[in-house]
């Protein structure tokens, strides 16, 4: 087992991961395109921080893609064209109300209007690195990379001077939180179907 950087040679594999493990995720509705943009958006940027896990066997078996908190802005604006071609392809998807929800949010992110990214800005005193994405593939969970993805994630963060480390999960997923804390992430909100998770380094 292997755990490295992401590259630009693993992102077919890590899109078809990402793809399986959120499956029901609104962002997999908008098709393999849009998701290959928004891994490839994290790869090679000095504000990111990223891993992927390779099995013994060669295969990707999981990865983390992280951003400084405030990337929210910058990540619309670069995939808003794309994620509006690919609407457009898919015009069935324009009833959806989490859909139109997600749109307006992302507009509302872009113009500067969302006043959750101030908020929790200053509920912490430092620099704050965002998990954003986490996938692990059927074949490898249990195996332990999850945990050595985690570890080498937060070594990098501890390394480029980040004070604390911050997600989002619904609360429904119940194995994903038992994770988070078994590897010492605390609850930061606890009464909205999203929480969020915060680890001081």
Known sequence: MEVRNFK???????CDLHMWAF???LNVLLGKTYIRAFLKWFIGRADCIN????????ATGGYIVGA?????QQMNKS????????????????VHKKIIFS???RVKTILGLNKFIGKTSARYEGKILSLVGIGVAENAQGSGIATRMMEAFIN??????????????????????????KTGWQPEITNKPVMGYYKKL
Request: charged share 25%; glycine share 8%; proline share 1%.
């Open 68 to 72: 400084t908190w405030g990337y929210q």
């Open 8 to 14: 630009e040679q693993d992102l077919d594999a890590v």
């Open 156 to 181: 990098q963060a501890k390394g480029a001077g980040y004070d604390f480390v911050r997600l989002s999960v619904y609360s429904s997923n119940e194995r994903a939180r038992r994770f988070y804390e």
């Open 23 to 25: 499956k029901d995720h």
């Open 79 to 94: 995939l808003f064209k794309i994620a509006a071609i690919e609407m457009l392809k898919r015009p069935w998807l324009l």
């Open 51 to 58: 891993v992927v896990g390779i099995m013994d066997q060669g």
């Open 103 to 105: 749109v307006c949010l």
